[in-house]
């Protein structure tokens, strides 16, 4: 693939651990850090932080500071971040609907590779 392949820069963006549940969170429309971070369990604060201004760099994510006293932040998904949303919706269904055999095929797998063959040596 060519070095600025919009692929390659997509997956990029979207194939860490983040990104795609936070998108989906968004797709509902603006939410605060907070409500973010409690949604997206097992998430540091520090790479929400991170997650968040990537997309936000990428044109996905916007960042609206309220004037007012606590300061109030909200996250909000742009034209460009929604048109992701389906997508990413659509992947989060495959997912969901074969996880399970995904699982055991690994499963499978893993054990056939742990046994060595006949004459030679494992895997």
Same mark, same amino acid.
């Given at each position: %693939?060519?070095?600025?392949?919009? $692929? #390659?820069?997509? $997956?990029?963006?979207?194939?860490?651990?983040?990104?795609?549940? !936070?998108?989906?969170?968004?797709?509902?429309?603006?939410?605060?850090?907070?409500? $973010?971070?409690?949604?997206?369990?097992?998430?540091?604060? #520090? %790479?929400?932080?991170?997650?968040?201004?990537?997309?936000?760099?990428?044109?996905? !994510?916007?960042?609206?500071?309220?004037?007012?006293? =606590?300061?109030?932040?909200?996250?909000? $998904?742009?034209?460009? *971040?929604?048109?992701?949303?389906? =997508?990413?919706?659509?992947?989060?269904?495959?997912? %969901?609907?074969?996880?399970?055999?995904?699982?055991?095929? #690994?499963?499978?797998?893993?054990?056939?590779?742990?046994? =060595?063959?006949?004459?030679?040596?494992? *895997?």
């Amino acid at each position: %693939m060519r070095e600025h392949c919009p $692929l #390659r820069d997509t $997956l990029d963006r979207i194939g860490d651990r983040w990104t795609v549940i !936070v998108v989906v969170l968004l797709r509902g429309g603006p939410r605060r850090f907070s409500d $973010l971070q409690r949604a997206t369990e097992g998430i540091s604060r #520090r %790479m929400l932080t991170h997650t968040l201004r990537n997309l936000e760099r990428d044109g996905l !994510v916007t960042r609206t500071v309220h004037p007012c006293v =606590p300061p109030r932040v909200d996250y909000a $998904l742009t034209d460009e *971040g929604h048109s992701l949303t389906g =997508p990413l919706t659509g992947l989060l269904h495959w997912s %969901m609907r074969h996880h399970d055999h995904v699982r055991s095929s #690994r499963q499978a797998y893993d054990s056939s590779r742990q046994e =060595p063959e006949a004459g030679g040596p494992p *895997g």
